[in-house]
């Protein structure tokens, strides 16, 4: 394992360059803010007069249409969502400096081939460990969101130092940078998603609560039960895994978590995330993902209103709205 630190950092590597930030979405609107707080020349490429544009020009950052903003910039990092990054890359392909780093905070586009970058580009992946709203916050508290980094090409013998430059200007080498591969970020990531922090826990939720309502509870207890208080489970767990939560639990939950946890997520639980797994590893997902999203995406649109129709979505609205603080707006 190599773990960088800020000590690790060579200042020069990015020294003087212009970094030209495709997309204001999430991540986008976190590394241009933080890149430009620290110090860096950073230019926000987007759709001219749209919503973007207009934000990013609030918050004090230079915007261009995305060729335009490319040209002449020495790093591009591409921060749209995965299914536009292909289209994006060509439109600004010509555009793109020779010897410019391709920066990207998912492997997604070049380890399932459908960007083949020019030879000439170092090509490189600083991936946060959190969502944008979380590394633009802990970078204000001078702290760090960890990162993934990875080299696909090093045209220029300095892609790595580059990387890190990047990763450190947005607040990553405070939490540590890991080194690893296009193709590790991209397949763990994939699985981590579905598997356990979006796909396995929110269904855990789900089914847990119809359980509780089921066997005649009120759907407001089981809400409080199975949806809110798993973020004061998930935070111990963040903040000293295993050991910190079991300090904090009492020893009636603790036994009930050693003895009837390993029934719920069992070894037919298990043998299905391997599978889940295969399906990432050999591209059956991504090549799912990439037709349904080539053909409109009505299914996924469908099931994600369904997915929001579920009672535990009607519970948890009424219940939140007496909780204004949850809705505070974040900087």
Not at 192 to 201: I, K, P, R, T
Request: hydrophobic share 40%.
């Amino acid at each position: 394992m190599r773990l960088y630190g800020q000590k690790d950092v060579d200042r020069k590597a990015l020294k003087g360059a212009r970094i030209a930030v495709l997309g204001y979405g999430s991540q986008g609107r976190a590394h241009a803010l933080n890149l430009k707080d620290s110090g860096f020349d950073v230019v926000v490429g987007v759709r001219k007069n749209g919503k973007s544009w207009k934000k990013a020009r609030r918050e004090g950052l230079a915007v261009a249409p995305p060729a335009a903003a490319v040209s002449g910039a020495d790093l591009v990092a591409m921060l749209v969502p995965d299914v536009v990054q292909k289209a994006l890359y060509l439109e600004v392909a010509a555009a793109l400096k020779k010897g410019a780093t391709l920066l990207f905070a998912h492997g997604f586009n070049i380890h399932f081939k459908q960007i083949r970058p020019r030879k000439d580009l170092d090509v490189v992946l600083i991936a946060p460990k959190g969502p944008g709203d979380l590394v633009r916050r802990q970078y204000q508290q001078g702290r760090g969101v960890p990162c993934l980094l990875a080299v696909s090409q090093n045209a220029s013998g300095h892609a790595r130092a580059r990387a890190l430059a990047y990763a450190h200007g947005i607040g990553g080498t405070r939490g540590g940078v890991l080194d690893t591969t296009f193709a590790e970020e991209t397949e763990t990531d994939l699985f981590g998603e579905q598997a356990v922090l979006c796909g396995g826990a929110t269904e855990l939720v789900v089914r847990g609560f119809e359980t509780l309502v089921e066997a005649g509870y009120q759907p407001e207890v089981a809400y409080y039960e199975c949806m809110h208080e798993l973020k004061l489970i998930v935070d111990l767990l963040h903040e000293g895994g295993l050991k910190k939560m079991h300090e904090f639990i009492s020893d009636t939950a603790k036994y009930g978590d050693l003895t009837r946890g390993p029934r719920i997520v069992n070894a037919s639980v298990k043998k299905e995330m391997k599978k889940v797994l295969k399906e990432v590893q050999n591209g059956k997902f991504a090549r799912q993902w990439i037709a349904e999203s080539a053909s409109g995406g009505r299914k996924f649109r469908r099931m994600l209103k369904q997915d929001l129709k579920h009672p535990v979505e009607k519970v948890g609205a009424a219940l939140r709205a007496r909780m204004p603080w949850l809705n505070a707006r974040r900087a």
